[in-house]
Structures are given as C-alpha cells and as structure tokens.
T-cell receptor
Framework: GQNIDQPTEMTATEGAIVQINCTYQ??????LFWYQQHAGEAPTFLSY??LDGLEEKGRFSSFLSRSKGYSYLLLKELQMKDSASYLC???????????WGAGTKLIIKP | DVKVTQSSRYLVKRTGEKVFLECVQD?????MFWYRQDPGLGLRLIYF???????EKGDIPEGYSVSREKKERFSLILESASTNQTSMYLC?????????????FGPGTRLTVL
C-alpha cells in the first residue's frame, strides 16, 4: 500500500528550532514535497527533495533519506507567522498523482 | 505572479442540488487537479486533467464529474450533492515538464451540504 505518516500536531517556542518528520511507504519514489498551509488558505510550495541529503532555503531546510523512506522539515528562528500546517507529499512515479500526509499542525508560542 | 482562482470561498447547498465549482489558472499550465481536504486526512485526489478535454479519475471520483473545455478552466460538478460531500475543495495546477513540477493551489471552496 501507499502511506505517509507525520505527527498530527507540534508545539514550539518563538525563536527556537523545530523538526517535522515524515515517513513514507510508496510503490515507487520520484521525489518528496513539503507544503505550508495557513488556516483557511491554500497550500504553498516549500521544498522538493529527490536526492538524499539536506536542501537549505533560508530559515527552512528539508532532508531526505531514500533508503529509510524518511524526510524532515527543519524550521529555524521560529516566528509567529510560521504557525501553520505542514504537508508532506510523496511522488511515487513520474505521472501526476501525489500521495499526501494528513499534515502537521505547528503551534508557535511566544 | 502565478494565480489559481476558485469561483467561491464559501458555498451552502441542499441535498440533491447540482453543484458547480470552477477553477481558473492564468499560468498556461497543462495539468489541473481537484482535491478534497477533510480534517485528519491528507489531500484526496478526486479527478485530474493532464490537458484540454482530458481527464482521469483520482482516488475518490464517485459522486463527482469534471469538465475541461479550455486550458485555463477546470470545473468540478457534484451531480446530486449529499451531506458527505461537505468538505474543503482545493483546485491546483502544474506546469508539465518543469524542473520540479510543483502544484499551485487555489484558495479553496468550503462547501456545506445541508
């Protein structure tokens, strides 16, 4: 079967660092996406990993281990505006469908 | 700036009504998607279209149909709305053959069926 797991909710403090994990089991693999979704808004693209390793983009980094079926999103210097849901999605093959996780709701406290 | 728009942010319909949800993108993207998003579940694909007049069923097509007569527009139709179709509906588009092929989403339509 095809499955994506990520924690339902996480809480972190403003200015701190948080790591959101995602594990996937899909029939094939052609890349992993992270999206951010603020409440009541559209998901917006954050990152894409297809090779093992860490991709850094400002305060956000995304890591992939293909052999472990594992990814994480790392958010540094947390700001209140980072309060959102973070969606992980695996692309099993080169066609159109993505397999989506249920999302991790991140709550930032002052 | 890339843009995907949806015809309504909020919609309230009665059981048995025919419902049309419209999605328009201005990016000349080939691929378009309709998802529904429910609490505790990932985005679930209803239908997608890889080009004009082309459509493919996703994971949960029952009770829905789609239309793609023009490249920029992808419509989702609920032939006879039911209460279990109360949900957030998200449209997305994607440029086929781009380096990453990420999907761009519209703001969503929150549909309530009474």
């Amino acid at each position: 079967g095809q499955n994506i797991d990520q924690p339902t909710e996480m809480t972190a403090t403003e200015g701190a660092i948080v790591q959101i994990n995602c594990t996937y089991q899909t029939s094939g693999f052609n890349g992993l996406f992270w999206y951010q979704q603020h409440a009541g808004e559209a998901p917006t693209f954050l990152s894409y990993n297809v090779l093992d390793g860490l991709e850094e983009k400002g305060r956000f980094s995304s890591f992939l281990s293909r052999s472990k079926g594992y990814s994480y999103l790392l958010l540094k210097e947390l700001q209140m505006k980072d309060s959102a849901s973070y969606l992980c999605a695996s692309r099993p093959d080169s066609n159109y469908q993505l397999i989506w996780g249920a999302g991790t709701k991140l709550i930032i406290k002052p | 700036d890339v843009k995907v728009t949806q015809s309504s942010r909020y919609l309230v319909k009665r059981t048995g009504e025919k419902v049309f949800l419209e999605c328009v993108q201005d990016m000349d993207h080939e691929n378009m998607f309709w998802y529904r998003q429910d609490p505790g579940l990932g985005l679930r694909l209803i239908y997608f279209s890889y080009d004009v007049k082309m459509k493919e069923k996703g994971d949960i097509p029952e009770g829905y149909s789609v239309s793609r007569e023009k490249k920029e527009r992808f419509s989702l139709i609920l032939e006879s709305a039911s209460t279990n179709q109360t949900s957030m509906y998200l449209c997305a588009s994607r440029k086929q053959g781009s380096r990453i092929e990420q999907q761009f989403f519209g703001p969503g339509t929150r549909l309530t069926v009474l």
